[in-house]
């Protein structure tokens, strides 16, 4: 077979090949809470592809930096209302991903369970001077204690989410939480793919040095690992 035919075959082996998510938006700033309802409380703009925070990150690369995909991971019935947005990873995030999300950490290591309490009202009100009808909600997250962590070796990649033990800033911001960083497992859980604060940019980090660093400090409990179906 000449050359010239190899390329038809190679473009459309190209086409099949998964695009590691958030490989165009590597070196963007981090901004904390970047995206609102581009109207009302929160007048940020619904979408934009030059600065993230961790949230964020993860949900426009899901989209694929498709507005409608993302507000359908971002808001209650993909309306977009900040009283509907998801804003808690462990409890309505999730939930309400149901349809694009599982937790799948019992198939990578011994799991634990950590529960929390979600007070959306209170967190509505403190934080933002919002008054809702919202009860609280306690929900159980299933995550992978560091101790427990062992080789991930995935093929495809996988969203992790960063747990820790009881919020030290319960009576500052109204509510407990249990999820505090999130990104992207790849390359067979050698890279995290992550909007870093610390960093203050969009980055590719060694994954493993990385939970090592997070398992010394005794509040970081582990990560919950989520398919992406």
Sequence with gaps: ??????????FMLACTLPQMPGQK????????????????????????????DCMTFVETSLANGNVN??????????????IKRNHFAEYDWLSNNYDLLENVSSQYGN??????????????????????????????????PYSELKPINNV????????????KKIDIIGTDLAVSHMGFVLSGGKILRHASSDHEC??????????A?????????????????
């Design 1 to 10: 077979m000449k050359f010239m035919q190899f390329i038809p075959l190679l």
């Design 25 to 52: 938006y590597l070196g963007a700033k981090y901004v904390p809470s970047p995206l609102g309802e581009g109207y009302g409380y929160d007048s940020d703009p619904l979408i934009r592809d030059d600065a993230f």
């Design 69 to 82: 995909k993302l507000n359908k991971i971002r808001y209650v019935d993909g309306q977009p209302d900040f």
């Design 111 to 144: 799991t634990a369970i950590r529960t929390v309490t979600i007070d959306k009202k209170s967190w509505f009100k403190k934080m933002h001077n919002i008054d809702t009808n919202f009860e609280p909600q306690t929900i159980e997250l299933e995550y992978i």
């Design 156 to 167: 495809e990649p996988l969203v992790v989410l960063f747990v820790v033990g009881k919020s």
């Design 202 to 211: 969009v980055m590719d980090t060694d994954f493993e040095n990385y939970n």
């Design 213 to 229: 660093k997070r398992a010394k400090n005794s509040n970081n409990l582990g990560i919950v690992l989520v398919k992406i179906k």
